[in-house]
Antibody
């Protein structure tokens, strides 16, 4: 069955960096748009970024543009999110999501906490 | 950016009730709207796409309607498993946005 497993979350100081990874299995990864969606504690869902199946099309939410970089490796069935210049307001559970634009499959999420 | 506004924010209902949640877009999004269900501590689950298409495996008591700027998610007969938070998402523009969520609580 479809599995999306995020890793790389943790505690980081403001201004720091983290790289999230997502390992995909159970579907043809190279056929799917992939996205990162985040959810701050007790808050709603926020779309962060998506990347097309080939990687040729990428978009970011204004809140992360210039600080975050999405990428994928179709040979490794993996999705990444490089997060730089992290702020307290980036604290959230980050979900790796397959599909687009309707979001079909979701991972269980990885928590990123930005705090001094 | 296109803003999505859901109402109500919280809804109290009983098992067996018919429940309707509304999602309004700040500009026309045609039928490019999806609905998700999220339970505490879990990832969201896709219920409806393209405003009214039911995702495979989703019970038929869930239905979606609308186009342009106003959309509804209806649960025809609320079941115990349906108490959760529901989100709409627009994908008309390349910047996707979610509504703020509607929590369906037990009355």
């Amino acid at each position: 069955q479809v599995q999306l497993v995020e890793s790389g979350g943790g505690l980081v100081k403001p201004g720091g960096s983290l790289r999230l990874s997502c390992a995909a299995s159970g579907f043809t990864f190279s056929d799917y748009y992939m996205s990162w969606i985040r959810q701050a504690p007790g808050k709603g869902l926020e779309w962060v970024s998506y990347i097309s199946s080939s990687g040729s099309t990428i978009y970011y939410a204004d809140s992360v543009k210039g600080r975050f970089t999405i990428s994928r490796d179709n040979a490794k069935n993996s999705l990444y999110l490089q997060m730089n210049s992290l702020r307290a307001e980036d604290t959230a559970v980050y979900y790796c999501v397959a599909g687009g634009p309707a979001l079909d499959y979701w991972g269980q999420g990885t928590l990123v906490t930005v705090s001094s | 950016d296109i803003q999505m506004t859901q109402s109500p924010s919280t809804l109290s209902a009983s098992v067996g009730d018919r429940v309707t949640i509304t999602c309004r877009a700040s500009q026309s999004i045609s039928s490019w709207l999806a609905w998700y269900q999220q339970k505490p501590g879990k990832a969201p689950k896709l219920l409806i796409y393209k405003a009214s298409s039911l995702e495979s495996g989703v019970p038929s008591r869930f239905s979606g309607s609308g186009s342009g700027t106003e959309f509804t998610l209806t649960i025809s007969s609320l079941q115990p498993d349906d108490f959760a938070t529901y989100y709409c998402q627009q994908y008309n523009s390349y910047l996707w946005t979610f509504g703020q969520g509607t929590k369906v609580e037990i009355k």
